[in-house]
């Protein structure tokens, strides 16, 4: 079991990141944070697909076809939190070294689609304090990290949830 989750995890967590790092430059060279937001969730859900993949092979080439819900779940828990790691860890070197700016241009975007939306001045300036309240919590990595995990650790939590419902299987 843990060569399947290792290797599936940092499959996951390769294609994830890779497609991270992509849609990052997208949104920095087009400022289309919607669709780059489109491109990271789709992404994590190709990724996460593995996790279908590796029960599978775990249960039927290792476990003689049968494999409870429960290591289901945990094989597919594993390999989240690999590829969720190397998501965290690849955005903090992406933030800090290349996209510094990440939050104003965000905070920019969030702004502009807010007012397009028809929003007035004091709906803007809740939405400006907001943002400037995210941009404080950027200031220190941890909160860089909880964030970053909330946003993909979850997705990897219902897909592992998913696959663990779909191939439990007690007996022949």
Same mark, same amino acid.
């Given at each position: 079991?843990?060569?399947?989750?290792?290797?599936?995890?940092?499959? !996951?967590?390769?294609?994830?990141?890779?497609?991270?790092?992509?849609?990052?430059?997208?949104?920095?060279?087009?400022?289309?944070?919607?669709?780059?937001?489109?491109?990271?969730?789709?992404?994590?859900?190709?990724?996460?697909?593995?996790?279908?993949?590796?029960?599978? =092979?775990?249960?039927?080439?290792?476990?003689?076809?049968?494999?409870?819900?429960?290591?289901?779940?945990?094989?597919?828990?594993?390999?989240?939190?690999?590829?969720?790691?190397?998501?965290?860890?690849?955005?903090?070197?992406?933030?800090?070294?290349?996209?510094?700016?990440?939050?104003?241009?965000?905070? !920019?975007?969030?702004?502009?689609?807010?007012?397009?939306?028809?929003?007035?001045?004091?709906?803007?300036?809740?939405?400006?304090?907001?943002?400037?309240?995210?941009?404080?919590?950027?200031?220190?990595?941890?909160?860089?990290?909880?964030?970053?995990?909330?946003?993909?650790?979850?997705?990897?939590?219902?897909?592992?949830?998913?696959?663990?419902?779909?191939?439990?299987?007690?007996? =022949?």
């Amino acid at each position: 079991m843990k060569k399947i989750v290792i290797v599936f995890g940092l499959i !996951a967590g390769f294609i994830v990141s890779a497609m991270m790092l992509l849609s990052i430059a997208k949104c920095y060279n087009s400022a289309d944070f919607e669709g780059s937001m489109l491109i990271g969730y789709a992404s994590m859900l190709l990724a996460f697909s593995f996790i279908f993949v590796a029960v599978k =092979r775990f249960r039927d080439k290792h476990n003689e076809g049968i494999i409870s819900f429960g290591k289901a779940f945990r094989i597919g828990l594993f390999i989240s939190l690999i590829a969720s790691t190397i998501y965290v860890m690849v955005w903090l070197i992406d933030y800090y070294l290349f996209v510094p700016d990440f939050m104003d241009k965000y905070t !920019a975007h969030t702004l502009a689609e807010a007012k397009r939306n028809g929003a007035n001045a004091a709906e803007l300036t809740l939405k400006n304090s907001e943002m400037a309240e995210y941009k404080e919590m950027y200031k220190n990595p941890f909160y860089v990290v909880l964030l970053t995990y909330s946003e993909i650790l979850p997705v990897g939590l219902v897909v592992s949830l998913i696959c663990a419902l779909i191939l439990k299987r007690r007996s =022949r």
